[in-house]
Every structure is written in structure tokens, then in C-alpha cells.
């Protein structure tokens, strides 16, 4: 696979996570079953690898996935747990299940081709 294939699907899942959570929370805290301010929080680290994401760094794309794992948790916990919010959460792990598998690999493989990486001791 390319880093360019793997580049456009990356970036267009996490854009879709970002925008599916966004909704989600802000939504959840105008009726009140979260507050605004813990809904905010949960939103906010979504926000801190944008720009590398939306750029193609491959730094950005490694530890983004980091993050992408946080979110994992709370997908697989609602997927368990709800009855009303199925197909909320079935949307939620498939789409970190991709970004699980993208991000890394696009981190590697554009890395490598920029010639970035641990230098071996000689």
C-alpha cells in the first residue's frame, strides 16, 4: 500500500472520528447528560494532531495513534454497554479500528521514504 493511499485514508477517518465525536459530545452536553465542559474536554485532544494530520507529518502520524487509543477505550466500553447507541459505537471502532492500523503504518513507510528514523550505530 502507499503512503498516499494510506495518507488520504488516515486523514479522512480522523476527520470523520473528529466531526462523529464532536456531534456525539456536544450533543450529549446540550441535553445534559454530560456537561459542556467535560464534553469540551473529551474533544480537545482530537484537536492537538490536527495540523500534522492534515499536513502528512509523519511524527504526528506516530503519536497520534497514541492518542487514537484513548478513544478506542471509550468506543469498546459504549459498544458493550449500550443498548440505545449501537450503531453510534460500531461507527466509533471501526473507524479508530482503521486509524489503529493507518496511522503507524503511514508514519513508517512515509518515514522511510523521507529518509527519516533511528540512525544505527555503526
Same mark, same amino acid.
Given at each position: 500500500?502507499?503512503?498516499?493511499?494510506?495518507? /488520504?485514508?488516515?486523514?479522512?477517518?480522523?476527520?470523520?472520528?473528529?466531526?462523529?465525536?464532536?456531534?456525539?459530545? #456536544?450533543? /450529549?452536553?446540550?441535553?445534559?447528560?454530560?456537561?459542556?465542559?467535560?464534553?469540551?474536554?473529551?474533544?480537545?485532544?482530537?484537536?492537538?494532531?490536527?495540523? #500534522?494530520?492534515?499536513?502528512?507529518?509523519?511524527?504526528?502520524?506516530?503519536?497520534?495513534?497514541?492518542?487514537?487509543?484513548?478513544?478506542? %477505550?471509550?468506543?469498546?466500553?459504549?459498544?458493550?454497554?449500550?443498548?440505545?447507541?449501537?450503531?453510534?459505537?460500531?461507527?466509533?471502532?471501526?473507524?479508530?479500528?482503521?486509524?489503529?492500523?493507518?496511522?503507524?503504518?503511514?508514519?513508517?513507510?512515509?518515514?522511510?521514504?523521507? #529518509? %527519516?528514523?533511528?540512525?544505527?550505530?555503526?
Amino acid at each position: 500500500m502507499s503512503s498516499t493511499m494510506l495518507f /488520504q485514508i488516515s486523514r479522512t477517518c480522523y476527520v470523520a472520528l473528529l466531526l462523529l465525536l464532536t456531534a456525539w459530545f #456536544g450533543h /450529549q452536553g446540550l441535553n445534559g447528560e454530560y456537561s459542556m465542559a467535560f464534553s469540551l474536554l473529551w474533544i480537545l485532544p482530537l484537536f492537538a494532531p490536527l495540523k #500534522g494530520i492534515l499536513t502528512g507529518a509523519p511524527y504526528t502520524y506516530a503519536w497520534a495513534s497514541f492518542i487514537v487509543c484513548l478513544y478506542m %477505550l471509550h468506543g469498546l466500553t459504549l459498544l458493550y454497554v449500550t443498548e440505545t447507541d449501537l450503531i453510534f459505537a460500531i461507527v466509533e471502532v471501526l473507524l479508530l479500528s482503521v486509524l489503529l492500523v493507518s496511522l503507524p503504518f503511514y508514519a513508517r513507510i512515509r518515514g522511510r521514504e523521507l #529518509g %527519516l528514523g533511528l540512525k544505527k550505530k555503526k
